[in-house]
Protein backbone atom coordinates (compact mmCIF):
# COMPACT_ATOMS: atom_id res chain seq x y z
CA UNK A 1 0.00 0.00 0.00
CA UNK A 2 2.89 2.36 0.62
CA UNK A 3 3.86 1.98 -2.57
CA UNK A 4 1.09 2.53 -4.41
CA UNK A 5 0.64 5.51 -2.43
CA UNK A 6 3.92 6.96 -3.55
CA UNK A 7 2.92 6.05 -6.82
CA UNK A 8 -0.04 8.06 -6.68
CA UNK A 9 1.71 11.13 -5.17
CA UNK A 10 4.48 11.12 -8.00
CA UNK A 11 2.74 9.88 -10.84
CA UNK A 12 0.87 13.30 -11.09
CA UNK A 13 1.58 15.83 -13.56
CA UNK A 14 1.21 18.54 -11.08
CA UNK A 15 4.43 18.04 -9.91
CA UNK A 16 5.68 19.70 -12.46
CA UNK A 17 3.92 22.14 -12.03
CA UNK A 18 4.96 22.72 -8.60
CA UNK A 19 8.80 23.12 -9.67
CA UNK A 20 8.04 25.39 -12.01
CA UNK A 21 6.25 27.74 -9.67
CA UNK A 22 8.82 27.38 -6.77
CA UNK A 23 11.23 27.90 -9.22
CA UNK A 24 9.98 31.63 -9.65
CA UNK A 25 11.23 33.44 -6.70
CA UNK A 26 14.69 31.01 -7.40
CA UNK A 27 15.19 32.79 -10.43
CA UNK A 28 14.36 36.07 -9.23
CA UNK A 29 16.65 35.71 -6.35
CA UNK A 30 19.85 34.92 -8.99
CA UNK A 31 18.75 37.51 -10.68
CA UNK A 32 18.69 40.18 -8.24
CA UNK A 33 22.20 38.73 -6.58
CA UNK A 34 23.68 38.60 -10.12
CA UNK A 35 22.81 42.72 -10.22
CA UNK A 36 24.61 42.98 -6.60
CA UNK A 37 27.50 41.56 -8.01
CA UNK A 38 27.35 43.92 -11.02
CA UNK A 39 27.44 46.65 -8.86
CA UNK A 40 30.57 45.80 -7.01
CA UNK A 41 32.07 44.91 -10.19
CA UNK A 42 31.32 48.53 -11.55
CA UNK A 43 32.64 49.79 -8.07
CA UNK A 44 35.89 48.30 -8.39
CA UNK A 45 36.20 49.50 -12.21
CA UNK A 46 35.47 52.84 -10.88
CA UNK A 47 36.74 53.17 -7.39
CA UNK A 48 35.95 56.32 -5.39
CA UNK A 49 38.66 57.75 -3.63
CA UNK A 50 37.26 56.84 -0.42
CA UNK A 51 36.60 53.62 -1.40
CA UNK A 52 38.52 50.35 0.51
CA UNK A 53 39.59 48.70 -2.93
CA UNK A 54 40.55 45.43 -1.35
CA UNK A 55 38.00 44.95 1.03
CA UNK A 56 35.81 45.46 -2.31
CA UNK A 57 37.57 42.86 -4.50
CA UNK A 58 37.13 40.87 -1.58
CA UNK A 59 33.69 40.84 -1.56
CA UNK A 60 32.99 40.67 -5.29
CA UNK A 61 34.80 37.79 -4.89
CA UNK A 62 32.72 35.82 -2.56
CA UNK A 63 30.49 36.11 -5.20
CA UNK A 64 30.81 32.17 -6.41
CA UNK A 65 28.30 30.30 -7.73
CA UNK A 66 27.01 28.56 -4.86
CA UNK A 67 26.81 31.59 -3.14
CA UNK A 68 23.91 32.55 -5.73
CA UNK A 69 22.70 29.15 -3.68
CA UNK A 70 23.43 30.46 -0.50
CA UNK A 71 21.84 34.32 -1.13
CA UNK A 72 18.81 32.08 -1.88
CA UNK A 73 18.18 30.52 0.82
CA UNK A 74 19.09 33.21 3.49
CA UNK A 75 17.14 35.75 1.68
CA UNK A 76 13.65 37.23 3.88
CA UNK A 77 11.52 38.00 0.64
CA UNK A 78 12.19 35.27 -2.08
CA UNK A 79 12.96 32.25 0.21
CA UNK A 80 9.54 33.32 2.28
CA UNK A 81 7.70 33.13 -1.28
CA UNK A 82 9.26 30.00 -2.28
CA UNK A 83 8.01 28.50 1.00
CA UNK A 84 4.64 29.64 0.82
CA UNK A 85 3.79 28.73 -2.93
CA UNK A 86 5.32 24.85 -2.03
CA UNK A 87 2.83 25.29 0.80
CA UNK A 88 -0.26 25.92 -1.50
CA UNK A 89 1.28 23.70 -4.25
CA UNK A 90 1.74 20.42 -1.25
CA UNK A 91 -1.67 21.66 0.31
CA UNK A 92 -3.30 21.41 -3.28
CA UNK A 93 -1.70 18.09 -4.38
CA UNK A 94 -1.88 16.23 -0.96
CA UNK A 95 -4.38 17.98 1.25
CA UNK A 96 -7.87 16.82 0.03
CA UNK A 97 -6.55 13.06 -1.02
CA UNK A 98 -7.51 11.46 2.81
CA UNK A 99 -10.28 12.97 2.82
CA UNK A 100 -11.30 12.73 -0.86
CA UNK A 101 -10.72 8.76 -0.66
CA UNK A 102 -13.16 8.69 2.44
CA UNK A 103 -15.97 10.63 0.36
CA UNK A 104 -15.50 8.49 -2.55
CA UNK A 105 -16.53 4.84 -0.87
CA UNK A 106 -13.57 3.75 -0.67
CA UNK A 107 -12.82 3.96 2.89
CA UNK A 108 -15.55 0.61 2.73
CA UNK A 109 -12.84 -1.42 1.29
CA UNK A 110 -9.97 0.06 3.35
CA UNK A 111 -11.62 -1.34 6.42
CA UNK A 112 -12.73 -4.60 4.82
CA UNK A 113 -9.03 -5.09 4.12
CA UNK A 114 -6.86 -3.32 6.43
CA UNK A 115 -7.06 -1.31 9.90
CA UNK A 116 -8.03 2.25 9.38
CA UNK A 117 -5.39 3.22 11.80
CA UNK A 118 -2.50 1.23 9.27
CA UNK A 119 -4.03 3.11 6.37
CA UNK A 120 -3.88 6.24 7.99
CA UNK A 121 -0.10 5.48 9.39
CA UNK A 122 0.83 4.22 5.62
CA UNK A 123 -0.54 7.65 3.76
CA UNK A 124 1.58 9.47 6.30
CA UNK A 125 4.56 7.78 5.99
CA UNK A 126 4.08 7.96 1.94
CA UNK A 127 3.21 11.92 2.23
CA UNK A 128 6.68 12.18 4.37
CA UNK A 129 8.86 10.61 1.46
CA UNK A 130 6.85 12.19 -1.04
CA UNK A 131 8.04 15.46 0.35
CA UNK A 132 11.58 14.50 1.68
CA UNK A 133 12.01 12.98 -1.47
CA UNK A 134 10.64 16.48 -3.72
CA UNK A 135 12.64 18.76 -1.80
CA UNK A 136 16.14 16.96 -1.52
CA UNK A 137 15.54 16.34 -5.40
CA UNK A 138 14.94 19.90 -5.88
CA UNK A 139 17.40 21.86 -3.86
CA UNK A 140 19.78 18.87 -5.33
CA UNK A 141 19.19 19.71 -8.95
CA UNK A 142 18.94 23.61 -8.05
CA UNK A 143 22.79 23.41 -6.36
CA UNK A 144 24.17 21.00 -9.24
CA UNK A 145 22.46 23.53 -11.67
CA UNK A 146 24.11 26.06 -10.50
CA UNK A 147 27.50 25.42 -9.38
CA UNK A 148 27.83 24.00 -13.75
CA UNK A 149 26.11 27.51 -14.52
CA UNK A 150 29.08 28.99 -12.60
CA UNK A 151 31.50 27.18 -13.55
CA UNK A 152 30.46 27.91 -17.68
CA UNK A 153 30.08 31.06 -17.58
CA UNK A 154 31.52 32.76 -14.59
CA UNK A 155 34.98 34.42 -14.89
CA UNK A 156 36.10 33.28 -11.16
CA UNK A 157 36.53 29.80 -10.84
CA UNK A 158 33.88 27.78 -9.46
CA UNK A 159 33.72 26.81 -5.97
CA UNK A 160 31.26 25.04 -3.90
CA UNK A 161 32.08 26.40 -0.79
CA UNK A 162 33.44 30.13 0.00
CA UNK A 163 32.40 31.59 2.89
CA UNK A 164 29.70 29.22 3.05
CA UNK A 165 28.63 26.46 5.59
CA UNK A 166 27.11 23.27 3.22
CA UNK A 167 26.06 21.64 6.81
CA UNK A 168 23.87 25.12 7.17
CA UNK A 169 22.85 24.49 4.07
CA UNK A 170 21.34 21.10 4.65
CA UNK A 171 20.08 21.58 8.18
CA UNK A 172 18.57 24.75 6.55
CA UNK A 173 16.46 22.11 4.23
CA UNK A 174 15.64 19.47 6.42
CA UNK A 175 13.42 22.69 8.76
CA UNK A 176 12.09 23.17 5.67
CA UNK A 177 10.66 19.47 5.07
CA UNK A 178 9.90 19.31 8.89
CA UNK A 179 7.35 22.13 8.66
CA UNK A 180 6.10 21.38 5.30
CA UNK A 181 5.59 17.45 6.56
CA UNK A 182 3.96 18.52 9.68
CA UNK A 183 1.48 20.92 8.04
CA UNK A 184 0.35 18.60 5.27
CA UNK A 185 0.07 16.06 7.76
CA UNK A 186 -2.26 18.17 9.72
CA UNK A 187 -4.04 19.17 6.64
CA UNK A 188 -4.55 15.05 6.06
CA UNK A 189 -5.86 14.49 10.19
CA UNK A 190 -8.04 17.24 9.56
CA UNK A 191 -10.04 15.12 7.21
CA UNK A 192 -12.69 14.55 10.06
CA UNK A 193 -13.35 18.04 10.84
CA UNK A 194 -13.31 19.93 7.62
CA UNK A 195 -15.63 19.15 4.77
CA UNK A 196 -14.90 21.76 2.41
CA UNK A 197 -12.65 20.66 -0.11
CA UNK A 198 -10.83 24.25 -0.97
CA UNK A 199 -10.52 24.92 2.66
CA UNK A 200 -8.65 21.67 3.14
CA UNK A 201 -6.29 22.34 0.42
CA UNK A 202 -5.54 25.80 1.21
CA UNK A 203 -5.02 24.84 5.05
CA UNK A 204 -1.33 24.68 5.17
CA UNK A 205 -1.03 28.72 4.04
CA UNK A 206 -3.90 29.59 6.12
CA UNK A 207 -1.95 27.89 9.11
CA UNK A 208 1.59 30.16 7.96
CA UNK A 209 -0.04 33.28 7.77
CA UNK A 210 -1.69 32.64 11.32
CA UNK A 211 1.10 32.45 12.71
CA UNK A 212 2.07 35.79 11.47
CA UNK A 213 -1.10 37.09 12.31
CA UNK A 214 -0.43 36.21 16.36
CA UNK A 215 2.81 37.47 16.25
CA UNK A 216 1.41 41.01 14.70
CA UNK A 217 -1.46 40.90 17.46
CA UNK A 218 0.63 40.05 20.53
CA UNK A 219 3.10 42.58 19.52
CA UNK A 220 0.61 45.48 18.47
CA UNK A 221 -1.85 44.83 21.43
CA UNK A 222 -0.54 42.72 24.40
CA UNK A 223 3.09 42.90 24.23
CA UNK A 224 2.60 45.86 26.31
CA UNK A 225 0.95 44.14 29.04
CA UNK A 226 3.05 41.44 29.46
CA UNK A 227 6.49 41.22 27.69
CA UNK A 228 6.31 37.66 27.91
CA UNK A 229 3.92 37.57 25.38
CA UNK A 230 6.22 39.16 22.66
CA UNK A 231 8.76 35.87 22.90
CA UNK A 232 5.70 33.30 22.66
CA UNK A 233 4.53 35.09 19.50
CA UNK A 234 7.59 35.36 18.12
CA UNK A 235 8.78 31.97 18.36
CA UNK A 236 5.50 30.53 16.88
CA UNK A 237 6.21 32.51 13.74
CA UNK A 238 6.86 30.31 10.95
CA UNK A 239 9.61 32.85 8.83
CA UNK A 240 11.57 33.10 12.46
CA UNK A 241 11.59 29.05 12.13
CA UNK A 242 12.64 28.78 8.65
CA UNK A 243 15.54 31.19 8.65
CA UNK A 244 16.75 30.41 12.38
CA UNK A 245 19.88 29.17 10.88
CA UNK A 246 20.79 31.98 9.35
CA UNK A 247 19.92 34.62 11.95
CA UNK A 248 23.36 35.52 13.92
CA UNK A 249 23.54 33.99 17.44
CA UNK A 250 24.96 36.69 19.86
CA UNK A 251 26.62 35.43 23.26
CA UNK A 252 24.00 34.48 25.85
CA UNK A 253 21.30 34.28 23.58
CA UNK A 254 21.58 30.49 22.67
CA UNK A 255 18.40 29.92 24.50
CA UNK A 256 16.48 32.01 22.48
CA UNK A 257 17.77 30.20 19.52
CA UNK A 258 16.83 26.99 20.67
CA UNK A 259 13.62 28.76 21.97
CA UNK A 260 12.85 29.42 17.91
CA UNK A 261 14.38 26.48 16.58
CA UNK A 262 12.08 24.06 18.48
CA UNK A 263 8.83 26.14 19.87
CA UNK A 264 7.10 25.35 16.53
CA UNK A 265 7.72 22.03 15.58
CA UNK A 266 7.27 20.61 19.25
CA UNK A 267 3.22 23.08 18.79
CA UNK A 268 2.88 20.90 15.26
CA UNK A 269 4.11 18.05 16.23
CA UNK A 270 1.50 18.18 19.32
CA UNK A 271 -1.01 19.20 17.05
CA UNK A 272 -0.63 16.54 14.57
CA UNK A 273 -0.28 13.75 17.48
CA UNK A 274 -3.89 15.00 19.31
CA UNK A 275 -5.56 15.31 15.67
CA UNK A 276 -3.98 11.85 14.82
CA UNK A 277 -6.08 10.22 17.76
CA UNK A 278 -9.06 11.89 17.30
CA UNK A 279 -9.07 10.76 13.36
CA UNK A 280 -8.11 7.45 13.98
CA UNK A 281 -11.44 7.20 16.73
CA UNK A 282 -13.75 9.14 14.77
CA UNK A 283 -13.28 6.85 11.59
CA UNK A 284 -13.04 3.63 13.05
CA UNK A 285 -16.48 4.14 14.73
CA UNK A 286 -17.86 5.20 11.54
CA UNK A 287 -16.46 2.01 9.58
CA UNK A 288 -17.23 -0.63 12.20
CA UNK A 289 -19.62 -3.34 10.85
Known amino acids: MLQKELVRYFKSKFNIFIAVVITIPVVLSYYMTFVEKKQWAEQIQSPQEDMNLATT ?16 LSSTDYYIIFVILLL ?3 GIHLGFQTHSVLLSGYGNLIMARVVYKKYL ?38 TLWINM ?36 QAFPIIVYTLTMFIDAFI ?39 LSFALSLPIFLIALCTILYLLNIKVHSKEYIV
Open 121 to 158: QTVLKAQFLYIFSFIVCYFSVLAFFTYITGAVYSTQRA
Open 165 to 200: NPWQMIGHILLLITFIYLLVGITTLLSFLLKNKYFI
Open 219 to 257: EMNLNNIMSGLGIVGAVLRSDFYLLILYMPIQEGTIKYF
Open 57 to 72: IEIYNSYTSMAFFDKF
Open 88 to 90: IGF
